[in-house]
């Protein structure tokens, strides 16, 4: 159907109907932006002369979106990990003139993809993503059909890492590093504790301790939730009650860990001793606690800078990302699992794969 001989002119949003694409991705195809595959470029044009669509380039010009903007949607700023990340990567983009816009999904796959295409249809000239889990694939289908860059980071949703590239820490050496290193100290019966089953940072978090723990003929104990302090504080009177053999604990994250912490406290039960425990993330804060609490370190606010630099590369040289890429992780010793003072602090690499 033609529609040069309706009342009104078509604009771009019909064209993005007709064609079954975003508008962002009909401007895209407006401004020969070579970002835009061909098949989807003759797409559109198609729906173009079908309904009669006459491009306004004066007009264009004056609505034309900042292609300096890129889109950082994050599942949950509420924890310091997710927030540090994104304070380094904003910071790093602006150092290279380039202006972050920032969402927070609160793990809402379907909140996920309405500020995804929201970004998009503000004009973002690339996306970088901490997915929440859900089993719709729509955000990752919607940023496809706009052709624009996007990168997977710290959770991998969408398997297409050819189309999405994924960059995370490496978290399996980093369990594994925990686990030998509590095992070097004595530890006998070790607890891992936190993180959804079924999602893959869960596993990757735990398997390190899984691989290790089957070497040594060990059982493992693992305790699945929310990685919340709430979770851990529970956990802590669950092991004292139920599993009084466990000396030993490897947390998701530390949030799970400054949970168990407090919940050793008010139970009276003496971390570092009764109880050694070892975070993941090296979020901040823990350095601080006390006693300070050994922890897997992301470096996480390197992971942001050279994640930005990624980015860069890839809108700036055309330099594509490989479909995946891990970076070293290192665990701080601190007194939480057996360290000599917070002033003496040992740290042990764990190699990274790709």
Same mark, same amino acid.
Not at 89 to 110: F, H, K, W
Not at 124 to 134: C, K, N, Q, R
Not at 230 to 253: K, M, S, Y
Not at 335 to 342: F, K
């Given at each position: ?6 009342? &009104? ?31 989807? &470029? ?121 189309? /999405? ?23 006998? &019966? ?40 709430? /979770? ?19 947390? /998701? ?102």
């Amino acid at each position: 159907m033609n529609m040069a001989n309706n009342d &009104r002119r078509p604009t771009i949003i019909d064209v993005a109907r007709r064609a079954g694409v975003s508008k962002s991705t009909v401007s895209l195809v407006l401004q020969n932006s070579p970002l835009v595959k061909d098949a989807t &470029r003759e797409q559109v044009r198609a729906a173009m002369a079908e309904i009669g669509y006459v491009y306004n380039r004066s007009a264009a010009k004056l609505r034309k979106s900042n292609p300096d903007l890129i889109g950082l949607v994050i599942n949950d700023l509420r924890n310091p990990f997710f927030t540090e990340f994104a304070t380094s990567l904003q910071m790093a983009l602006s150092s290279r003139g380039y202006a972050a816009v920032i969402a927070n999904t609160d793990e809402d796959p379907d909140l996920q993809t309405d500020v995804v295409g929201a970004m998009i249809e503000h004009g973002v000239a690339a996306l970088i993503i901490s997915p929440a889990y859900g089993e719709d694939s729509a955000t990752f289908d919607t940023i496809q059909r706009a052709g624009i860059p996007a990168m997977q980071v710290l959770r991998k949703v969408d398997p297409r890492t050819d189309l /999405f590239p994924f960059s995370a820490p490496d978290y399996v050496s980093g369990s594994h590093a925990a686990t030998e290193h509590l095992l070097q100290t004595g530890a006998r &019966r070790i607890a891992f504790v936190g993180g959804l089953e079924g999602r893959g940072v869960t596993s990757e978090r735990m398997s390190g301790y899984l691989d290790l723990l089957k070497a040594w003929g060990m059982e493992p104990l693992v305790f699945t939730g929310s990685a919340t302090r709430t /979770f851990g504080r529970e956990i802590a009177r669950t092991l004292a009650d139920q599993h009084p053999d466990v000396d030993a604990v490897i947390c /998701f994250n530390d949030q799970v860990a400054l949970g168990m912490m407090s919940g050793c406290a008010e139970i009276g039960r003496q971390v570092g001793s009764d109880l050694r425990i070892v975070g993941f993330d090296d979020i901040e804060e823990v350095a601080h606690s006390w006693p300070a609490l050994s922890s897997v370190r992301c470096d996480i606010a390197r992971f942001g800078r050279s994640t930005a630099e990624t980015v860069v590369a890839w809108l700036e040289e055309g330099q594509v990302p490989p479909p995946e890429h891990r970076t070293e992780v290192s665990l701080i010793v601190r007194q939480s699992s057996g360290g000599a003072g917070s002033d003496d602090i040992e740290t042990r690499h764990a190699e990274a794969g790709t």
